[in-house]
């Protein structure tokens, strides 16, 4: 068994398991001595499942990494350029934020001033708002407006996703409606668009896109080369803005 204590306690420091021959020539015996005395270092060790859980979940986000960042070279374009999107700030920054938000996201809605304090601090930031309708029926039809008021008003857009995001309740299709009124665009010109530019290609494309990314919450953010999850605050995203102006990446 001293053998066997050695071998195991080597390979639990590298969080793995592998032994110096195949198991296959061990005999049944020796096999379930061997299986025991792992059951029972664990039983008295249980503290190592957390580190196997640790490297399990630093792998898995390793992962997860790499694929957003290969489908964040593969689709450019869509990303930061696409026709469908609303651009606030500087048209020509020398950094994009994009962001993948629902109107009836609370964690949307706790970032909305961070995206206003970051507008008002850097002049020369661009930031991208890329609608993401996931949280139901109700989310998806107050987005259908959100299309129709931006094709009508582009120039009064921010005013309206402030006003719609930040207000109470939730949003749809009849508070979506009454925000746009109040900015001056009727509900008869919103039916009327939507009834002749339905957006819904627009958010298949979407959907197909974060799905591309690894996105499956909001909001989420995409600068440079990395997809940044969650409401990650402001102070996080002026950071990852800085590095990319320091050495072309989020973190330098």
């Known amino acids: 068994m001293a053998f066997f204590l050695k071998t195991f306690t080597a390979l639990a420091l590298a969080a793995s398991i592998a032994l110096p021959f195949p198991a296959a020539a061990l005999d049944d015996q020796q096999k379930k001595e061997f299986g025991e005395f792992i059951k029972q270092y664990l039983i008295e060790n249980p503290e190592i499942m957390l580190d196997v859980q640790e490297a399990l979940q630093k792998k898995q986000e390793a992962q997860r990494l790499a694929k957003a960042n290969m489908a964040i070279e593969e689709n450019t374009t869509d990303i930061f350029d696409s026709k469908n999107d609303v651009t606030l700030g500087n048209p020509k920054g020398d950094v994009t934020v994009v962001e993948f938000f629902d109107y009836n996201c609370s964690y949307c809605r706790h970032a909305l001033p961070d995206m206003q304090a970051m507008l008002k601090k850097d002049k020369n930031v661009r930031f991208v708002l890329k609608e993401f309708p996931i949280l139901g029926p109700d989310s998806v039809a107050a987005h259908k407006v959100a299309d129709a008021f931006r094709k009508l008003a582009p120039e009064k857009y921010a005013d309206f996703h402030v006003a719609l995001l930040s207000s109470e309740g939730r949003a749809s299709d009849e508070s979506a409606i009454a925000v746009a009124a109040s900015l ?39 600068i440079g080369n990395e997809l940044v999850p969650g409401a990650v605050g402001l102070d996080d995203l002026e950071a990852k803005v800085k590095n990319m102006r320091s050495c072309g990446k989020t973190a330098c």
Request: hydrophobic fraction near 35%.
């Open 184 to 222: 001056g665009v009727s509900e008869d010109k919103i039916r009327a668009e939507m009834a002749k530019s339905p957006n819904d290609g627009i958010v298949q494309a979407t959907y197909q896109l974060a799905s591309s990314l690894g996105i499956s919450g909001t909001p989420s953010y995409v």
